[in-house]
Structure formats: C-alpha cells, structure tokens
C-alpha cells in the first residue's frame, strides 16, 4: 500500500498472470470514509474491495491490464467527497465506485457526471442517479426501502402507530422519513409524533422522554448503527418497550445497542442466508482469505460493484469512460452476490431484492425477502 496524500491509498494488489507484469495499471477509485464519523461504518468495507480487486487481477485483469486501487478518504463529509472526486479524475481513473453514505454520493456525483467518469454509488438516495447518465446505483433506493418497512410494520407487525427519529443532518435518514411516513399514514397507521436529532448526538434520553407517553407500536430508526445503538440502550433505563426498525445501516448497531437490540427489525440488501452462486462464491472465498464468516452486509454491494466493472470493461472492449458507460447502461442479469442487476434507463437495478432482519439472541437472523 502506497501512500500519495494523507486521504489516497493506492493498493496495487495480486498480479499472477506474467502476460500482465508489463502491462500499464488500470486506475480504479474506490471514494469512502477512512477517518471522520463515517468511518467506523465505512471501513469494514474494504476487504470486500481488495476480495473484488484481488479476484479480478487472478483472472487477468481489465483487457489484460492489471486492475490499480485507489482507497480515498472523503472524510466522512461531503466536501471531503467533492475533493476525492476531483482527484480521481487527476489520477485518471477509469471508474470511481462510491460512496456509502447517501450525502457524500449526492456531492460526488455532479462533478463525476460533468467529467464523464463513469461512477457505481453504493448509496440508496433515490437522486443520486438522477444526476445524469455516467451515475449508477448498485443497491436498491430509499423509496422502496422506506415503503416496504412502512408496509411491513402494517401487516406483517399489525403495528397501527408508530413514531420517527430521524437524524437532521444526514439526507438517507431524511429521505427514508419521508417515504416510510407517506406509505404508513396511506396505509392507514398514524404517526404520533416525529422527533429530530443531531448527527453525533450521544445523549437521547430527553427525546425518549418524548416518545414514552404516547406507547407507540414502532419507533422508526432510520439512522446509521452508532446514533441508532446509543438511542436503543438508553431506551431500556426509561422503559420504552416498543418494537424498534431500522432501514440497512445498522450493520455492526450490536456494538453499541447491546441487549437492547434483542427483537429489533432492520433491512439489508444481502444476508448469508442469501445462496444464490454468486453469494456462496463470495462466503466461500472470504473465509479462505479472512478465516471468517462475511458480517457486514452492506459491504457486499461494493464486491458487486467492482465485479461489475470488471465486467462491463470486458464487455466494452475499452477503457475509453464513453464505452464503459455504455457497457454499464446495457448490463443485463449481471449475477452479483447481493442478486441480479439489471440497470433501468435512470442507471438503477431493476427489481433488486431486499432483505428484513430480526435480531434474535444478538445476530440479525435473516426473516423474509422483499421484491419489487
């Protein structure tokens, strides 16, 4: 790993074939969180990266090209995603995978777009793709994931009230509040009462004492694991007993939730449970290289990703962007892990399966799958 900026990482990973030692590195960016609030979710997402990375270079790489990752910190902000961006563009990458968080995906993505690099967002904001066509969604968007936890909540919980906390200074909880507002209310559930919060907040037990009184059947979370964990343990010190919902950012909320996560619901867009090949593939080979099970499923989409692009170039017989565009728009039953892409005109996959969980004696055990 080579260092060129103290937010740019350029991992030059396997090359077996000897075909490709003389070949000149292709530039990959991979744009996320290594430092700032973000990080800790962002993170674990690497080693599904250089699993993709590494996996696309054993099989020869990019039209016999060696495939060169490039890790850039956005900081964990917007700006930060802006300025990543710009330097990839610099460092004449043919693609940028990312980001996570729907805000630093929204930033990005202008600039990408004007550029003409094609970008693959892991991000579930429904606008992020509506930015042009050289931006592409991997994930399923927060329209679909916040009805479908306001339908669930319905009819599979029989929940008739409900409450939202949401997190003012981050669009994807913004975002999902609205949607999963909307269904709930169409579908006849009423909303008591809808509270916000400050990103970073530690302290919820005023907002708890809010929520108390009116008993409602769910409180809705559609917050990232730490904001959300912190929420739920203090819930039990106040005897809040209702059910508790997240969307798919709640992937590792079990470090700060505790017990009080135990028969909670969330969403996620791949579970072990999934064993479609793709998925068996990828389980089989991050136990031979990590020597444990895949924990974080909302890092599977970024395996997805670049195993898409590897693919779409194949396809493209290019590395010119307009190409790879192209390639990328025209993907069809492409067979990833976290399920089948199929991109629609606006560059989102079509039908992409969700998942709910239920967490039960701490682990997220896999309940049903949701398909649009």
């Known amino acids: ?78 700006i930060g995603s802006t300025r990543a961006a710009r330097q990839a563009i ?16 929204l930033a990005m993505a202008p600039i990408l777009q004007q550029a003409k690099i094609p970008m693959i967002t892991i991000s579930t904001n429904p606008d992020i793709t509506r930015v042009g066509n050289y931006i592409f969604r991997i994930n399923f968007h927060d329209r679909f994931q916040g009805q479908m936890v306001a339908k669930f909540a319905r ?7 409900a409450v939202v906390l949401k997190n003012l200074n981050e669009t994807y909880s913004m975002t ?20 916000g919060y400050k990103g970073g907040a530690v302290d919820f037990q005023n907002i708890i004492s809010r929520i108390k009184p009116f008993h409602p059947d769910v409180v809705f979370i559609p917050g990232y694991s730490r904001d959300s964990g912190l929420f739920l343990r203090q819930t039990v010190s106040q005897g809040l007993y ?33 064993k479609n090949p793709s998925s ?41 962007h307009r190409k790879i565009r192209d390639a990328l728009a025209t993907t069809r039953e492409f067979q990833g892990a976290s399920g089948t892409i199929t991109f629609d005109i606006n560059g989102d996959p079509v039908g992409k399966e969700m998942v709910i969980l239920k967490y039960e004696q701490g682990k997220a055990a896999y309940l049903k799958t949701i398909t649009p």
């Not at 990266?49 to 696309?56: R, T």
């Open 280 to 320: 068996r593939h990828l389980q089989k080979i991050y136990q031979n290289r990590y020597r444990s099970d895949v924990i974080n499923f909302s890092a599977v989409p970024w395996y997805d990703a670049f195993m898409l692009l590897g693919n779409a170039v194949g396809r493209a017989k290019s590395l010119k």
């Open 155 to 161: 009819e599979s919980l029989n929940a008739g009230t």
């Open 90 to 105: 610099k460092n004449h990458a043919i693609a940028v995978i990312g980001a996570h968080w729907s805000s630093h995906s």
């Open 242 to 274: 209702s059910i508790f919902m997240g969307a798919d950012a709640w992937d590792d909320i079990h470090r700060y939730a505790g017990d009080a996560l135990e028969g909670s619901y969330c969403t996620a867009v791949w579970h072990p449970a999934m």
């Open 176 to 195: 999902l509040t609205e949607y999963f507002t909307k269904e709930f209310q169409q579908l006849g559930g009423k909303i008591l009462l809808k509270k």
């Open 1 to 78: 790993m080579k260092r060129l900026f103290p937010w740019v990482w350029v991992i030059l990973l396997t090359i077996p074939p000897c075909a490709m030692a003389t070949s000149s590195p292709v530039t990959v960016a991979a744009i996320l969180s290594t430092t700032g609030i973000a990080a800790p979710h962002n993170l674990p997402m690497i080693p599904l990266i250089e699993l993709a990375v590494d996996e696309i270079n054993q099989q020869g790489g990019v039209l016999g090209q060696p495939l060169r990752l490039m890790i850039m910190d956005n900081q964990s902000t917007p």
